[in-house]
């Protein structure tokens, strides 16, 4: 239980021997676009505190004030029970292999059942060495162009952070098709169609005779079709209603 | 059937008047990185070509060659079905609003269908403006920590052509009643409403002075929001047009 309480929320998301400060700063803003502030930092090359770091972190400066720094990566890993390394080009090491979205769901579940998850970045050129990705549990494949697959350190915890995200929120809409719209009602979609087509008649625009019908069917069935707010059917009456106006007016 | 061969079967993603070199540079290699290869310039702050773009393209350079370069977003989405604003803040225009992967499925079966698809990304700074929002069918709203949303443009363009590479890659091309409808082309939509609005004008339908704006954008909105046929915009060209030969006769 007090195990369990002490555990954080969210994934140690960790830097291996990263090389430029800027890279660092970018990776601390790229995860507080989603949440997550637990860094962990492994021998970074330029050594720590890193002041061009500082700089680009602006907004997220915390994650880096707040970063465990280790020497090496046992010691960054030594309180996690669950490993996952990022990796462009796969490996011959045997391991299963993740999709972004199903690792982040993976962590999602470990960390509801009081895990203590880690995801780790490789240094900017190089990427993680087999020694690092042995330590690993499981590997995070991005999907990307086989073609030009060139995502830098802060990219690659981007799309890892916003899988995290997803994975770790409802709130995320598959997708709220105008939820809480107010929805013009079938009466006051009726009462615009006879709207226009009075005054529409008034004006001659049913015409010739034996196209009459077939003009109305297909003017009532487009405001039918139409997904109209009731907004829209009380600026469409007006819009008419002063047309009828500037008729009269002279 | 020649149109639907020529569509091509990835959105375009359009760049809104964008500032610095660099992220369009970034911008074409976060597409490339998910095979989008299709770019849209809008009025770029710094002219073009832009040498520090094609300095950050580097391996994606191509894209940024075969660029289509406008001068407003009416040009750019000419040719374009549906169009996806992405947008940080929520905004009050009533439009359906979509995660990153929900649209980028919503976009691959509309692809599929034989549309044409635009996603719009705004200026670093400022992002898009509501009159850009008000020419667009849905918003693309990247689920961000509510305390820290920093998403640079490449980092957005990064995301979005990441869930299109997931959507792409599993097309359930679902039968859709609606599929083969000849959908009015934003070029087309854009007639329309600048019709209305200019007949609208004259009537004195804008007014008192200080709604105007609000009021033409709402107008506008709509006109984007509604899943318009070429044959729905022909007949609402004639009902204006009708309306006003009516004024005239007296």
């Known amino acids: 239980m007090t195990d369990r309480q002490s555990t954080p929320a969210i994934p140690a998301f960790v830097l291996v021997r990263p090389q430029m400060g800027e890279n660092i700063g970018a990776a601390a ?4 676009n989603f949440g997550l502030d637990h860094m962990r930092i492994v021998a970074p090359r330029d050594g720590w505190p890193n002041p061009s770091a500082v700089a680009l ?4 400066g915390r994650l ?29 090491l045997t391991k299963p292999v993740y999709s972004p979205e199903a690792a982040m769901q993976l962590a999602a579940q470990k960390i509801a059942a009081g895990e203590r998850i880690a995801v780790l970045f490789g240094p900017e050129r190089a990427g993680l060495e087999n020694a690092d990705v042995a330590q690993a549990n499981a590997l995070i ?11 830098n350190l802060a990219q690659c915890v981007l799309l890892t952070g916003y899988e995290w995200m997803r994975a770790s929120s409802d709130v995320a809409p ?9 929805w013009a009602q079938h009466r006051e979609v009726e009462a615009l169609a006879r709207h226009y087509e009075d005054r529409l008649d008034e004006a001659g625009f049913f015409f010739p005779e ?36 500037w008729k009269e007016r002279d």
Chains 1, 2 share one sequence.
């Open 29 to 32: 803003r790229a995860m507080w």
């Open 57 to 60: 972190a602006s907004g997220a």
């Open 210 to 245: 034996h196209k009459v019908t077939s003009m109305k069917t297909n003017l009532r069935n487009m405001w039918s079709r139409l997904p109209l707010t009731r907004a829209d059917a009380q600026m469409l009456h007006g819009m008419m209603r002063q047309m009828v106006r």
């Open 141 to 151: 494949s991005v999907p990307v162009n086989p073609q030009f697959a060139s995502l």
């Open 64 to 92: 880096l004030d707040e970063a465990l720094l280790c020497a090496d990566l046992p010691e960054a890993l030594a309180d996690c029970t669950f490993t996952f390394a990022t990796t462009a080009r796969s490996r011959d």
């Open 174 to 182: 598959r997708s709220d098709e105008m939820a809480g719209t107010d």
